[in-house]
């Protein structure tokens, strides 16, 4: 397996950290490519009480019978369970230098590993993934509603994948760092002042998961099927969205190596967030024109005022 991988990642002048970032954009571009085609569209993205029949009980093509195979909604929970799964056992793996992080640590090419994030960036963004997960999790579970939505297989896989890329991601640009040092307790000690960019991006990081949160709590109050009448949601349709996204830039600019404006890995990690929940609020915005007041959703903002 091992040789494999290193022919595959020699055939494509790859090293580990170009194939993770690799990973994300191809997995953005696949999502935005369903989108084109309305046959796609309509099948694979719109889910939930947004989607609609498109083909009748009786339907046998190809295309028909990939969207039987689903799962609970509630399997959503699942992709926080991961993304802690994947927080905890990678820990673990720093901490011992396993054979895990040794196989991928190995398989960084020089140029990486001397721009390596510092530890303490390591740490930082460790940190706050795990909050998030923790965060999202919690929210699953008291906020979650008795439904019969489903989702479809390549969704749940699509989003396990992600959470799990999600823990390399977010140390693979510290793999010099961390094979040049033997990790200890004495390393949790903020023994320096953090630098203006984690100063300025870690509350940024907060107010936007906080966001978040108070929009996750406004749609577990709301009656089911009305039009959000809070106050975020008055300007834009998604704005739960548009946190994320904000969340994870948030720790690609905190991750960013030495002499770098921004973590590439984790930006393409952002960008896959993006694209993904960038298509969902379109479809989102669509089903509340044709639901509620045209007039009163068309001005909305998708995810972002004045961006998106």
Partial sequence: ??????????????????????????????????????????????????????????????????????????????????????????????????????????????????????????????????MQGLRRLWECNIFAKPSSSQMLVPHWLLGLGFYLAAGVAIWIEGAGSLLSHTLTIDDLKMTNAPSMRTFACVPLFLVASGLQHDCHHFLFTLKRYTLPDHALFRGIVCPHYGAECIIYLTLALVAAPPGQMVNKTLLSCAAFVAVNLGLTARTTKEWYMNKFDREQVKSRWLMIPYVY
């Fill in 1 to 130: 397996m091992a040789s494999l991988l290193d022919r595959a990642l020699d055939l494509m002048s790859m090293d580990a950290v170009d194939a993770v970032r690799a990973g994300f954009l191809l997995a953005a571009a696949t999502v935005y490519a369903v989108s084109v085609p309305s046959a796609l569209r309509s099948r694979f993205l719109v889910y939930g009480p947004r989607a609609t029949p498109t083909t009748s009980p009786e339907s046998s093509g190809l295309l028909d019978r990939l969207t039987k195979w689903r799962v609970p909604h509630h399997y959503f929970r699942q992709f926080y369970i991961a993304s802690l799964l994947s927080s905890a056992f990678w820990a673990f793996q720093l901490v011992t230098r396993g054979f895990a992080f040794q196989a991928i640590a190995a398989r960084v090419n020089d140029e990486h590993k001397q721009q390596s994030m510092s530890l303490h960036q390591v740490l930082t963004c460790w940190i706050l993934l795990t």
